[in-house]
C-alpha cells in the first residue's frame, strides 16, 4: 500500500520514523513518501520536505510566515495527488494537518492521524474537524481517551512510542564512563540543559537557563543542541559561562546527568523515562504568552504532569522563569535535594500508567489491518 506521512517538527520526526520502521514490517510493499526529516529518511520514507523548512511555532512566528506556509500547503496538496496515496498520515502539527486532512477526505482519500494535537489544551473547537475529517485516530497518552469520549470520537490508545525510543536507546548506549570520555567531559557531576529545538525557543529560554552556571561551580553544563540551529546562535547566548555544547546527543547527555533543566515540550518526557530530575523551563515573546494565558486551559504544561495529573516536576514559565528560581528549584532535585527521591518515584508511576513498549509497532500493525478491510 501507499502512504503519505506528514510531520512538521523534530518530535514528530522521530515518532515518524518508528512508525515507517513498523509499516515496512507489517506491510512487505510499503511504498511511503513524507514531510518529515532526517530520521524518517532514514527509516526508509522518501522525503519529499524538510520539517525545518515548515516549522512555524508561536503566534508571531506564524504571522511573519503565513505565505510560505500557503505555499507550502499549495504544494503538498499537489503532491498527494501525484501519489495518489491508499491513506494519508497525519503526525500532530495540526495548523497545517487539519487543512491537509480537510483536503485529502475531500478527495477521497482515508485518513488517520497519529498523535493527536494538543485540543484539550486549548482551540477545543478544532477537534471537530477530527470527527469530519479523520477516519482513526491514534493517541499516545491515556488521559486524551477521556477527551474524546467527551466529544463521541472514538480513539486507539496502544501506548506511548517514546518507551520504545528511550528503551531502544538505552539498549545501544555506552557506558556512562565511556560517554564522559567521548564526549570530552571531566569527572565532576552533569547538568544538562535542553533548551528547546527551534530558535526562537532557545533565544527565549537559553538565556535564562545560562545565567545560573555560576551558582554551580561543582558542576558541569551540557547543553544538548539540535543540527537543524547554527552553532554560532548558541555561542552567542552561552557567551563566556562554561557551557559545553554537543550536538544530537540529547539522550546521552540526559543519561549521565545528575539533574537538567529542560524546555517544555517531548524533552521533558524522554528526561523522565531516562530517570533524570528536572526543572521545566518555558518563555516566549510578550504577546504569544499574552495570548497562551487567555486561551491555553490545562493546568500545566509539561507532559509528566499533564499525565500524572499533579506537579511532579516544577515548572517555571514566563516571569517565574528567573535566575533565583531556576537555581532553587535545580538545587532541590540534586543529588541530596529535597524534590529528587519524591521525583524518581513518580516517575515510576508515570511508567506504569503509559504502559509497555511496542506502540509503534501495535498502531502500524492496526493501521495496515484496517486499511485491509
Request: include cysteine; proline fraction near 3%; hydrophobic fraction near 45%.
Amino acid at each position: 500500500m501507499k502512504y503519505f506521512i506528514i510531520a512538521g517538527e523534530q518530535s514528530g520526526d522521530l515518532h515518524g520514523s518508528n512508525l515507517v520502521r513498523e509499516l515496512i514490517i507489517a506491510d512487505k510493499v510499503a511504498d511511503i513518501v513524507c514531510w518529515g526529516g532526517d530520521m524518517m529518511e532514514s527509516a526508509g520514507a522518501k522525503l519529499l520536505m524538510h520539517y525545518k523548512k515548515t516549522a512555524f511555532m508561536g503566534f508571531v512566528v506564524v504571522l511573519k510566515n503565513l505565505r510560505t506556509i500557503a505555499r507550502n500547503l499549495s504544494l503538498c496538496k499537489q503532491q498527494i495527488k501525484e501519489f495518489s496515496p491508499d491513506v494519508v498520515i497525519l503526525i500532530d502539527y495540526p495548523g497545517f494537518n487539519l487543512r491537509i486532512a480537510e483536503y485529502a477526505k475531500k478527495s477521497g482519500l482515508r485518513v488517520f492521524y497519529y498523535i493527536s494535537p494538543k485540543f484539550w489544551a486549548w482551540k477545543e473547537k478544532r477537534v471537530e474537524k477530527i470527527k469530519e475529517y479523520v477516519e482513526k485516530m491514534y493517541i499516545i497518552f491515556p488521559f486524551e481517551t477521556s477527551f474524546y469520549k467527551k466529544h463521541q470520537i472514538e480513539v486507539e490508545y496502544r501506548g506511548n512510542p517514546l518507551v520504545d525510543e528511550t528503551e531502544r536507546r538505552i539498549s545501544s548506549m555506552p557506558s556512562s564512563e565511556e560517554l564522559r570520555k567521548v564526549m570530552l567531559l571531566d569527572g565532576r557531576p552533569i547538568i544538562g540543559i535542553l533548551a528547546g529545538s527551534r530558535r526562537h525557543e532557545v533565544e527565549s529560554i537559553l538565556p535564562q537557563m545560562v545565567r545560573i552556571v555560576s551558582n554551580f561551580p561543582d558542576y558541569q553544563f551540557v547543553l544538548a543542541g539540535v543540527k537543524n540551529l547554527p552553532d554560532e546562535l548558541y555561542f552567542r547566548i552561552i557567551g563566556n559561562e562554561n557551557i559545553k555544547l554537543i550536538k544530537e546527543k540529547t539522550y546521552e547527555i540526559l543519561h549521565i546527568s545528575e539533574a537538567a533543566l529542560v524546555a517544555s515540550g517531548t524533552a521533558t518526557l524522554e528526561a523522565a523515562l531516562l530517570n533524570t530530575p528536572q526543572v521545566v523551563c518555558y518563555k516566549a515573546d510578550f504577546l504569544s504568552m499574552l495570548i497562551a494565558l487567555i486561551l491555553i486551559r490545562v493546568k500545566f504544561i509539561s507532559l509528566v504532569n499533564l499525565i500524572m495529573d499533579a506537579e511532579v516536576v516544577k515548572e517555571l514559565v514566563g516571569y517565574s522563569l528567573n535566575k533565583r528560581n531556576i537555581a532553587e528549584e535545580l538545587r532541590s532535585v540534586l543529588m541530596g535535594g529535597r524534590k529528587r527521591e519524591k521525583m524518581l518515584s513518580d516517575y515510576v508511576l508515570m511508567k506504569q500508567r503509559l504502559g509497555p513498549a511496542g506502540a509503534s509497532a501495535r498502531v502500524a500493525a492496526d493501521m495496515v489491518k484496517v486499511l485491509g478491510k
